[in-house]
């Protein structure tokens, strides 16, 4: 989001308190004096991440600050992360497998890349998921060990912390 | 100091041929026995004697003497443990070490098996009786890693270990992904190597790396895990596929054991790393990462398996009690 403020002490704290307050994440700051604008506000942009239903009640504190929010770009599906399945994929119904990850609301299937070597040997996929943030892409994946359990697929995880 | 050697497989012969080549160490060789006899002498026996004996007869001394003869002697300061691993029971190593203990004699292990049995009972035990108990031999084989815990770390709060533990799964998963051999091609190279067991079961399916992941996580923070407590994915599982697919994205697949206390987290399962990551290593070596407060992370990687390698974690482990615990003469 892209913020304007006076350009007095104490107004970026201001303007940052409630992020955290409605556990939000901040991810970068980046904090310019653009020669357009009048030299008493601050134009500053944040990047942040918060969950979808936060998101209307944090806009409103920031305004109750007296700051302004200038442009509020939004990208819901920010994470990535990139699984390894191994098993008998497509006759344990890929179509719900992928579903009950779209099913979440928070997370969809973006990428999927299936090798089958030949019938009856198991196949091996490559399957990318999209979530919202750290925590739901955490949920998304304990979906896709419970339909793996159940379907007997074996899952290869990243390492957390080394992810590609 | 004083040493009785139990268990004359590849690890005690290993050691026994560094004590015959080192003599400066001053470890002097009281007693030893195998499985079907002993031999022992209060003044010191000829480590190379012993070992010609051994492979002459398959036997080391006596067939009258055994094992318990050896223990009730007393002709020794430090009980060297080496016979073979049962992760169910850890006997009968653990009667052995025991026995050991409560006489007041420190001990030394490369036997998995009562170290994840028994961890807690163990050490209360040597505790008690105010001697040392060490077993750097039985995880990651000549890597420093229980010293780096207990010495080197010292006083930083660890937040995970993770490593890989187990080299015959990381030889077949190095040969899976440079050569695009099958797991069972993998495995067949593996076993003419002298890599794998004719079983592979307990390196394949994770279990023998689960049983070091659990001796870490209880050295390192007395979490009294066992076994059952390890969630466990082999590599059996794994096809070519699945490392291409890693390989597309500029990964590959190690088998990792993970412990992180705080996510309540004790896995063994193959997982994706990008090439660069610390544990990715080649062939029969492994590697451990320790997460701390102040060190921050800290790899350590080398050999973790062999005898003479295996050797040199016990003599490690000798000499730390020879300075800590016995005057030298």
Known sequence: MKLEMKDSPGQLVAALTPISEYGGNIIAVIHQREPESPSDTLGVQIVLEIAQERLDALVGAIKLQGVSILRLGEERLLYRQSVIMIGHLIHTDIGDTIGRIDATGFAEVAELNVHMPAIAEPSTALITIKATTRSEMGRALDVLRTVAAEKGLLIVEPLAGAEA | MRVAVLGLGAVGKGLLRTLAAKPELDLVLTAAADSSSACIDPDGLDPTAVLDAKCATGRCGASGLSATDVLASGAYDVLVELTPTNALTGEPALTHIRSAIERGKHVVTSNKGPIAVDHAGLTALADEAGVALRYEATVGGAIPVIH??????????????????????????????????????????????????????????????????????????????????????????????????????????????????????????????????????????????????????????????????????????????????????
């Open chain 2, 148 to 329: 780096a815990i207990r010495d080197g770390l010292a006083g930083n709060r660890f937040s995970s270990i993770t490593g890989v533990l187990n080299g015959t799964c990381n030889y077949i998963l190095t040969r899976m992904d440079d050569e695009g051999l099958t797991y069972e091609q993998a495995l067949a190279e593996a076993r003419e190597l002298g890599y794998a067991e004719a079983d592979p079961t307990y390196d394949v399916r994770g279990i023998d790396a689960a049983i070091k992941l659990v001796i870490l996580a209880n050295t390192c923070w007395s979490l009294g895990v066992t076994l059952d407590d390890v969630s466990i994915t082999g590599i059996d599982g794994l096809t070519v596929d699945a490392l291409r697919l890693a390989a597309d994205q500029d990964c590959t697949i190690r088998l990792i054991g993970e412990v992180a206390p705080a996510e309540n987290l004790l896995r063994v399962a193959p997982r994706v790393l990008p090439r660069n990551h610390p544990l990715v290593i080649e062939g029969t070596l492994n590697a451990v990462m320790l997460s701390t407060d102040m060190a921050g992370e800290v790899t350590l990687m080398g050999k973790g398996a062999g005898s003479v390698e295996t050797a040199s974690a016990i003599i490690g482990d000798l000499i730390a009690i020879r300075d800590r615990y016995v005057e030298c003469g």
